[in-house]
C-alpha cells in the first residue's frame, strides 16, 4: 500500500508540476499577449493621432481653400463694383456733358435771338431813319 501511495502521491506531483507548467505557460502567454496588446494599443494611439493629424490638416487645408475662395469671390466683387464705379462716373460725366451742351445749346438761341431782335431792331431804326430822311427829303422838295 505504501507503493500505492506513493504512486498517488507521484501522479499527484506530477500533475502538480503539469498545472504549475500550464500556469506558468499560460502566465507567459498572457504576458505576450499584454505586452503584444500594449503595442497594439500604441500603434493604435499613434494611428489615432495620426488620424487627428490628417483630419486637421484636411479641416486647414479645407479652410484655406475655402478662405481663398472667399478671397477670390471679394476681389471679383471688388472688381464688379469698379467697373461699376467707373461707369456710374462715366454715367456722370455724360450727364454733365450733355448738360452743358444742351446749356451751350440753349445760350446759343437766347443770343441768336437777341442779336436776332437787335438787328430787327436795327433795321427798323434803320427804316425809321430813312423814312424821315425821305420825308425831310420831300418836305425839302416840296419847299424848293
Not at 13 to 36: F, G, I, W, Y
Not at 88 to 112: A, C, F, H, Y
Amino acid at each position: 500500500m505504501a507503493k500505492w501511495y506513493e504512486l498517488k502521491e507521484r501522479l499527484a506531483r506530477s500533475r502538480l508540476e503539469e498545472v504549475r507548467r500550464n500556469k506558468r505557460m499560460e502566465e507567459e502567454r498572457l504576458a505576450r499577449l499584454m505586452d503584444e496588446l500594449e503595442v497594439r494599443r500604441d500603434e493604435l494611439a499613434a494611428a489615432v493621432r495620426t488620424n487627428e493629424r490628417a483630419s486637421w490638416m484636411r479641416t486647414r487645408e479645407y479652410w484655406e481653400s475655402a478662405q481663398k475662395e472667399v478671397e477670390r469671390q471679394a476681389g471679383i466683387v471688388r472688381i464688379y463694383e469698379e467697373r461699376e464705379e467707373e461707369a456710374s462716373l462715366e454715367r456722370i460725366e455724360e450727364e454733365k456733358s450733355k448738360r452743358l451742351v444742351e446749356n451751350l445749346v440753349e445760350r446759343l438761341r437766347t443770343e441768336e435771338h437777341r442779336v436776332y431782335e437787335t438787328n430787327e431792331q436795327r433795321v427798323q431804326d434803320q427804316s425809321a431813319v430813312t423814312r424821315k430822311h425821305m420825308q425831310s427829303r420831300e418836305t425839302e422838295a416840296e419847299k424848293e
